[in-house]
């Protein structure tokens, strides 16, 4: 501990740690690297079979929602299980308005639909933390679920809704991988920002946050809505796929539990740790539902309890560790040869 | 020596179910005066700091920054208006390094910078407190005292007017202590509003201009150091009995 000198003037430093105004060389570097994945995934439903093109479409869902899961719960550890509350309103969205307007209006208005429903729900719940927050979210699902099942009984249609919209496998697969990359753009442009900021703080320590400064309420809501509204654009991208809604399917639970796990395997700390889970998993799922198709929650749920006991920073943590041991060894091997030479 | 009360606290209560933490406390403390809260444990010193800092809402009372009244306007909104704030056990944000723990006092508060003027302007905390090379460490990595002193200067990143430091010198040696203090010293030399409660008496008389004794939520005694140490009814308080 250095006790000297410390009631000395302040001295101004010059040394320069990664400055955050300005995008820096890494960053367009980084910013290169993904235009360049994107372009190399938006070409392969051309060379891809059928079979491929629909495991496609499902991680592209999936990387889209499980990202916009974790710009929100990543930072704050809030665990939010109503992704489907937002997912299905975009898909009922489309399902109920396409005789009234056409198909791209209403994907715009699912996004609008989407942060209003997320604004009024943030503001009134995300006082409340921890496990409260988590059943909270649960239970919204299954609230607007209910709902919508009594409107349908109310309004004399069908259990669900068909949705006719023309679109090709390609084009399906195209829209929902311009959506991811906005999340990506969005989550990179909040990361560097002071509202990522913010939230890494209220992650930390509410408390402290709070008395730094930070309207810990705001913040949480703005990402909440930001988050929420990816959500239910993607309900809105892909209800045409489904051709078929109802409210199980909608608003189905499993779909929010299945996000939380594959970001959670993948790792919520980087941007772009959920990728890292969803293709794993997607693979993963694909696996047991053709082998095993009686057992897909119990498999599910015994992924579920291996990730959370084994890798609990997710893959991407697995990565750094290797990575750091990697360096230390190279360092100590440094060290090796230098005591060597240094001998000889 | 009272110019313009920096902050004033009017019967200012603070209860919990059935206990009365705080009763009834009011004081002035003008610009640029160090006002010691002491008194045992248990007496209400950290509530009342939670009153000002707006951990805590009152239930009763008004507490006015530079005649404006605070009380239960929330942390955030105080925080932003000029009150900073230690923690009598230490708050560190575990997940992010040391300097991103002072830049995040500097960012939202009261005065607010960003990039490199604020990466530099942290630094020079770091330094000033005597952590010179720890801005890249993790924060887990460092003693209880120096996440004390990480913890100022989050204070202090936002340029606050007045300054709430509760116990911050409890556990220093003595060579420490003796930094700390001048390093109090500064910061009331630099035009700040300060309030510590301590439990080092030696701290309290070179630092005080007053003191308000507290025991089981209520002022017992106010005036200078030297005068309320020698108060029979705060060695009452602190001792129970004249013979320790």
Redesign the interface.
């Known amino acids: 501990?250095?006790?000297?000198a410390?009631?000395?003037?302040?001295?101004?430093?010059?040394?320069?740690?990664g400055?955050?105004?300005g995008i820096t060389g890494r960053e367009w570097r980084n910013l290169a690297i993904a235009a360049v994945l994107f372009a190399l995934a938006a070409v392969v439903p051309l060379v891809g079979s059928g079979y491929v093109q629909s495991i496609a479409i499902s991680i592209a869902i999936y990387t889209a929602l499980a990202t916009s899961w974790m710009l929100f719960s990543g930072p704050t550890n809030y665990i939010s299980l109503a992704t489907a509350a937002f997912f299905g309103s975009g898909m009922y969205i489309v399902a109920g308005g396409l005789d009234l307007a056409p198909y791209p209006v209403l994907v715009l208005l699912a996004g609008v639909a989407g942060a209003l429903f997320a604004a009024v729900v943030g503001l009134a719940t995300l006082r409340i933390s921890g496990v409260y927050f988590v059943i909270f979210s649960l239970g919204l699902a299954e609230l607007v679920r209910q709902i919508i099942t009594w409107l349908q009984h109310v309004l004399g249609t069908m259990s669900g809704l068909y949705v006719y919209v023309d679109r090709s496998e390609e084009m399906f697969f195209w829209q929902l991988l311009a959506l991811t990359a906005v999340v990506y753009l969005v989550g990179w442009w909040i990361g560097r920002s002071?509202l990522g900021?913010?939230l890494?703080?209220i992650?930390?320590?509410e408390?402290?946050?709070?008395?730094?400064?930070?309207?810990?309420a705001r913040a949480k809501v703005i990402l909440f809505v930001i988050s929420s509204t990816f959500a239910a654009i993607a309900g809105a991208l892909v209800a045409p796929r489904w051709s078929y809604v109802e409210p199980t399917i909608a608003f189905s639970p499993f779909l929010s539990f299945q996000v939380v796990i594959m970001a959670l395997l993948g790792g919520v700390h980087r941007l772009w740790g959920p990728l890292l889970g969803v293709i794993p998993f997607t693979l993963l799922w694909e696996l047991i539902s053709a082998n095993f198709p009686a057992q897909t929650t119990l498999l599910l749920g015994a992924a579920f309890l291996l990730i959370v006991y084994f890798i609990p920073n997710g893959v991407v943590g697995l990565i750094e560790d290797a990575l750091r041991q990697r360096g230390e060894w190279l360092k100590s091997l440094r060290l090796l040869l230098v005591r060597r030479s240094r001998d000889a | 020596m009272p110019d313009s009360p920096a902050l004033t606290a009017h019967a200012v209560s603070k209860r919990f179910g059935g206990l009365v933490a705080v009763n009834d406390i009011s004081f002035a403390l003008a610009e640029n005066e160090v006002l010691g809260l002491i008194g045992p444990n248990g007496s209400g010193k950290t509530t009342m700091m939670n009153l000002i800092s707006g951990a805590l809402r009152p239930s009763a009372g008004e507490i006015r920054l530079y005649g404006e009244d605070i009380a239960g306007i929330g942390a955030s909104r105080i925080a932003r208006k000029g009150v900073a704030r230690t923690f009598q056990l230490v708050r560190m944000l575990p997940g992010l390094t040391v300097l991103e723990n002072v830049t995040a006092g500097g960012v939202f508060g009261h005065a607010r910078r960003w990039g490199q003027e604020l990466n530099d302007y942290a630094h020079a905390l770091l330094q000033r407190v005597g952590l010179p090379n720890a801005g890249d460490v993790a924060m887990t990595a460092l003693t209880y005292i120096d996440q004390k002193r990480v913890e100022l200067a989050r204070a202090l990143a936002g340029d606050p007017k007045v300054l709430l430091l509760d116990e911050w010198l409890a556990g220093l040696n003595p060579t420490e202590l003796k930094t700390g203090i001048a390093l109090i010293e500064q910061l009331r030399a630099e035009g700040r509003t300060i309030i510590i409660v301590e439990h080092v008496m030696h701290a309290i008389r070179s630092l005080c201009d007053r003191c308000i004794v507290m025991s089981s939520g209520a002022k017992i005694a106010e005036g200078t150091p030297r005068d309320v140490l020698a108060d029979a009814e705060v060695i009452r308080a602190y001792l129970g009995t004249a013979d320790a």
């Open positions: 501990m250095t006790s000297e410390q009631a000395a003037a302040p001295v101004p430093v010059t040394k320069s740690t400055h955050r105004l002071r900021f913010a890494r703080i992650g930390n320590d408390l402290v946050a709070v008395h730094c400064g930070i309207n810990t």
